[in-house]
């Protein structure tokens, strides 16, 4: 997992509950969360997705900004989603891999 300051590590954290509706993974083990900012009030999260043509994009989205609310200092939330890095396999963590090998999905 990429290096996070301590002041949005608590945001990470929680993100490790919201999972990818295809797989029983995380969206931070999957490697679709790219970097958490605050400021103030609100968070600013970048992602990626696996494909651009995800039928999932909305729910995850949706997902990510109720878990992020949930948190009593957050009042906004603001997902920017870009395709730059393009999301690969190598972006997976060690546990998103072996949850993929597990499911009988190649994880290289």
Do not use: Q
């Not at 995380?26 to 494909?51: P, Q, R, W």
């Not at 395709?83 to 090998?101: A, F, I, N, Q, Y």
Request: hydrophobic share 45%; aromatic share 10%.
């Amino acid at each position: 997992m990429k290096a996070v300051a301590g002041g949005v590590r608590k945001y990470w954290d929680a993100l490790k509950e919201v999972n990818d509706p295809e797989f029983p993974i995380s969206v931070v083990d999957m490697g679709l969360i790219y970097n958490i900012e605050k400021n103030g009030a609100a968070l600013y999260v970048t992602m990626t997705f696996t494909a651009v043509s995800c039928a999932c994009m909305d729910w995850i989205k949706e997902d990510i900004e109720n878990r992020l609310l949930k948190e009593p200092e957050v009042k906004e939330v603001h997902i920017e989603v870009v395709w730059s890095p393009p999301w690969t396999v190598e972006m997976m963590s060690l546990k998103g891999r072996d949850k993929m090998r597990y499911w009988g999905v190649s994880s290289k």
